[in-house]
């Protein structure tokens, strides 16, 4: 038959099994089965090619012989979850026959078929992208040590210049200028550097909202102290738990940093309320105001840089990481006003 020839339906129904089980054994991912008790009960092709291990041996065997992070003593904890979520996506490393381990991001779903409770999973080799997200890294790290070593013998000099030489009061501005412009960059590689170790965090757990409030302005409270700034806070008594890891209190503190840096702030107001499915932060100033095309409802790109735009643009990327969203709205004391809305554990 040619490439253009129409088949009957019974071909495909009768053949439809096949086709599948063809395209299964071909893909570039590994698949398997496993009963409840986490047993192989069938596997492909690939999988098997990967692991080193015929199709027979690795039906013999459980999942915690190839995935070690997967034990036997927590299978049953492991299967109650995949059964209540139904899909759950996480990296871990399989060991193959010849004892060597490569990494791999597994998908598993919960499967009840003819009667029966499968997990049925795809596991996709990432070594090459663990590869390349090290040289990645390596050469982010060599560059923030770059420039951050160039800042500082900037300042350096600067200071020099402050200390030795006798210039007028226009130039000693030009200076301070040039000196706090100095510091921002810094700020800018500091952030930048959090925000690479806050992408590397998987778990997201619950978390006290008001305490990490609390939290976030007693670690810039000397910024907060040396600029005069007043700070007021009003929450209600009691608020739910939000879905968030360590890097919330990062969010709020350099949300209120950048602003005082920034925007020249002198009074900022904190508030929180309850919302149906989120806790909404509000954090508004009397700084100067943010481009009108910034209030988009995704608030801040990369293109804003003259206004900290890539310091907002690393916020949004934490506060993504943390299930929430940032708008930036005009504030009644002459600023902006942040609303920050956190998702309820």
């Known amino acids: 038959m040619g490439e253009g020839t129409e088949e009957s339906e019974d071909f495909w129904e009768v053949s439809l099994g096949e086709l599948a089980k063809f395209s299964v054994d071909r893909a570039d991912s590994g698949f398997y089965w496993l009963n409840p008790e986490g047993k192989f009960i069938q596997t492909n092709k690939t999988y098997q090619e990967n692991l080193g291990y015929s199709k027979d041996e690795l039906k013999e065997m459980h999942i915690w012989n190839i995935d070690q992070n997967h034990s036997k003593k927590d299978r049953k904890k492991f299967w109650k979850k995949l059964k209540r979520e139904k899909t759950w996506t996480f990296e871990t490393e399989h060991q193959a026959k010849?004892?060597?381990?490569?990494?791999?991001?597994?998908?598993s779903h919960y499967v009840e078929f003819m009667k029966r409770k499968i997990e049925f999973a795809l596991a996709k080799d990432i070594k090459e992208q663990k590869e390349?997200?090290?040289?990645?890294?390596?050469?982010?790290?060599?560059?923030?040590?770059?420039?951050?070593?160039?800042y500082r013998t900037i300042q350096g000099y600067h200071q020099l210049l402050e200390k030795e030489m006798d210039l007028s009061e226009e130039h000693r501005e030009y200076l301070r200028k040039a000196i706090r412009a100095g510091r921002e960059v810094d700020e800018v590689l500091s952030l930048?550097?959090?925000?690479?170790?806050?992408?590397?965090?998987?778990?997201?757990?619950?978390?006290?909202?008001?305490?990490?409030?609390?939290?976030?302005?007693?670690?810039?409270?000397?910024?907060?102290?040396?600029?005069?700034?007043?700070i007021?806070?009003?929450?209600?008594?009691?608020?739910?738990?939000?879905?968030?890891?360590?890097?919330?209190?990062?969010?709020?503190?350099?949300?209120?940093?950048?602003?005082?840096?920034?925007?020249?702030?002198?009074?900022?107001?904190?508030?929180?309320?309850?919302k149906e499915e989120t806790v909404l932060v509000t954090i508004k100033d009397d700084g100067k105001q943010l481009p009108k095309d910034m209030f988009t409802g995704k608030a801040y790109t990369g293109e804003t840089a003259g206004v900290g735009g890539v310091r907002y643009y690393m916020?949004?990327?934490?506060?993504?990481?943390?299930?929430?969203?940032?708008?930036?709205?005009?504030?009644?004391?002459?600023?902006t006003r942040f609303e920050l809305y956190l998702q309820k554990a």
């Not at 381990?101 to 597994?106: A, F, I, M």
């Not at 390349?132 to 160039?150: H, P, V």
Request: aromatic share 4%; net charge negative; no cysteine.
């Open 315 to 335: 916020l949004q990327e934490i506060a993504k990481h943390n299930n929430a969203k940032i708008k930036a709205k005009d504030s009644k004391l002459g600023g």
């Open 192 to 230: 930048a550097k959090k925000l690479d170790e806050i992408e590397k965090i998987e778990w997201i757990t619950e978390k006290d909202v008001i305490k990490v409030l609390e939290h976030a302005i007693e670690e810039i409270s000397d910024l907060i102290e040396n600029e005069g700034i007043e």
């Open 232 to 274: 007021e806070q009003s929450y209600p008594e009691t608020l739910s738990n939000v879905e968030g890891n360590y890097s919330l209190i990062t969010l709020f503190s350099e949300t209120i940093a950048t602003r005082i840096q920034v925007s020249g702030t002198k009074e900022i107001k904190i508030s929180a309320k309850e």
């Open 132 to 150: 390349a997200d090290r040289r990645k890294d390596f050469l982010n790290t060599l560059l923030r040590q770059d420039l951050g070593s160039k």
């Open 98 to 107: 010849d004892g060597e381990t490569y990494p791999v991001k597994v998908t």
